[in-house]
């Protein structure tokens, strides 16, 4: 099995010439987050360029991370996260990894591991909240039966860590996202799109991680 983690970079473009406490702090995520990709294959999609990336120490000097530098923005996390989809195997799982939050990396790799042997359609790693500022998954019997974004539904926040079994499955529901205009703030978050997989009657599996093992901007 070939794990394709696609890391999700949406901020401005990072530079040697600009430099701020935020960028720094971008930098840093973004560093922490690709010291040990969580994929066999990972991309990085950003506005930065590979060569600004490396000449700054943010990512390895090794190819261990292939570059998707964005031409212009995009539409929001789930239409940026189809732009390397042509590089990606048709039957091999896909994971979605925000950088602009860093989580341990064992509690990722246990969280893929879990998605795999449950055999579950899609994944969200789920951690507690209350801040409206976060997509929620609303959980009945411990099974996860909606996702609403920027709405407190429950306790159980998404981390922006999202796994589907194969592309087709992230296709498809980026697909059904976007027909049916599943848009907030003028965005296309990914966790709306993971009900689509709900309403076609799969499973989505979710994890819960420590607070203490998860930190975001």
Avoid: C
Avoid at 6 to 28: F, V
Avoid at 39 to 60: E, H, M, R
Avoid at 66 to 73: A, L
């Amino acid at each position: 099995m070939k794990i394709h983690a696609i890391y999700l970079d949406g901020g401005p473009a990072l530079t040697e010439t600009i430099q701020n406490d935020a960028l720094e702090k971008r930098k840093e995520f973004l560093k922490t987050s690709l010291s040990a990709p969580a994929g066999q294959a990972n991309f990085l999609v950003t506005k930065s360029s590979q060569d600004s990336l490396k000449s700054q120490g943010v990512i390895p000097q090794t190819d261990a991370i292939e570059v998707i530098t964005m031409s212009k923005p995009t539409q929001g996390a789930l239409a940026t996260a189809l732009l390397p989809i042509e590089l990606i195997d048709s039957d091999e799982p896909v994971l979605l990894i925000p950088t602009n939050s860093v989580v341990d990396p064992k509690a990722l790799s246990e969280f893929v591991s879990k998605m795999v042997k449950d055999g579950v359609a899609a994944g969200a790693l789920l951690f507690k909240s209350d801040n409206p500022g976060y997509s929620y998954a609303r959980i009945h019997n411990n099974r996860v039966i909606e996702f609403i974004e920027k709405k407190v539904v429950g306790d159980m926040a998404t981390t922006g860590v999202f796994y589907f079994r194969d592309k087709v499955t992230l296709l498809e529901s980026a697909k059904w996202a976007f027909v049916n205009s599943q848009i907030t703030n003028s965005q296309f978050f990914v966790a709306p799109s993971l009900n689509y997989v709900l309403t076609s009657g799969q499973e989505v599996g979710f994890s819960q991680i420590d607070e203490a093992k998860y930190e975001h901007i």
